[in-house]
Nanobody, 124 residues
Framework: QLQLVESGGGLVQPGGSLRLSCAASGFTLDYYTIGWFRQAPGKEREGVSCISNGAGSTYSVDSVKGRFTISRDNAKNTVYLQMNSLKPEDTAVYHC?????????????????WGQGTQVTVSS
C-alpha cells in the first residue's frame, strides 16, 4: 500500500518556525516528485513547494520563497518542509503528495498519492 504520513504541524506564534515531515511507505520517495500543498478555510488548495525525483530540483511559490525550504532524506524516505518566519496567512492544513511524473513546478493534477494532512496555525 502506497502511503504518505505528514507530521510536525502545530500552533506557533508569528515569526516562529516549524518543520513538517512527510514519510513514505510502500514506495521510494526518491523516484517521485514530492509536493507540499496547503488549504486554508474557504480558500482553494495551493501548491507551496516541490522537489523533483533524482537530482532534487526544488521550487517554491513566491509567497514562501526565502522562508520555506523543501528537502529530502533518502535514507529515511522522508521529505521535509522547513518553515521559518511564519505568518498568520500561512495558517492552513498542509498535505504532501507524490507524483510519478515530472510535476515540479507544482502541477497539482499530476499528484495522485496524498497524505492526510497536518494543521499549521500561526497565531499570537
Amino acid at each position: 500500500q502506497l502511503q504518505l504520513v505528514e507530521s510536525g504541524g502545530g500552533l506557533v506564534q508569528p515569526g516562529g518556525s516549524l518543520r513538517l515531515s512527510c514519510a513514505a511507505s510502500g514506495f521510494t520517495l526518491d523516484y517521485y516528485t514530492i509536493g507540499w500543498f496547503r488549504q486554508a478555510p474557504g480558500k482553494e488548495r495551493e501548491g507551496v513547494s516541490c522537489i523533483s525525483n533524482g537530482a532534487g530540483s526544488t521550487y517554491s511559490v513566491d509567497s514562501v520563497k526565502g522562508r520555506f525550504t523543501i528537502s529530502r532524506d533518502n535514507a529515511k524516505n522522508t521529505v521535509y518542509l522547513q518553515m521559518n518566519s511564519l505568518k498568520p496567512e500561512d495558517t492552513a492544513v498542509y498535505h504532501c503528495a507524490a507524483s510519478a511524473e515530472p510535476a515540479c513546478p507544482v502541477v497539482a493534477g499530476l499528484f495522485n498519492i496524498w497524505g492526510q494532512g497536518t494543521q499549521v496555525t500561526v497565531s499570537s
